[in-house]
């Protein structure tokens, strides 16, 4: 089972594959602050952590969901505002709150 750490060296970089480009280190934070606890944690109702399930079917699902978090953050060809914090929260509320996977962490208050 890889560690809290490098479940979140993973994260980013799927988060940076799916936007197709390096990501600032003020969305690596907002990644971290958002996530790396989460990675431990388990919810009610969940029987398992995400760490627990990381490199099974269920943690296949998970990280297809930060590669949608990265695609939500990609400048493409289309002009976008400048990628913070701000964008990135917005991203990862999007692609939480379309999802049915139970370890989606929990809203953020005023958020989706």
């Not at 490098?6 to 980013?12: R, T």
């Not at 388990?42 to 296949?60: C, F, I, L, M, R």
């Amino acid at each position: 089972m890889p560690s809290q750490d490098e479940i979140m060296q993973q994260i980013v970089k799927l988060v940076s594959d799916g936007a197709a480009m390096p990501l600032t280190s003020e969305i690596e934070a907002c990644l971290h602050e958002r996530y790396y606890d989460w990675i431990v944690k388990t919810k009610d109702g969940v029987p398992n952590s995400p760490q627990e399930v990381w490199d099974g079917a269920a943690g296949a699902d998970i990280k297809a969901k930060f590669v949608l978090i990265g695609e939500g953050l990609s400048v493409g060809k289309e002009s976008k505002p400048v990628i913070n914090k701000s964008a990135c929260i917005e991203a990862c509320s999007k692609v939480e709150g379309e999802s049915k996977c139970p370890h989606c962490p929990d809203p953020l208050p005023g958020i989706i």
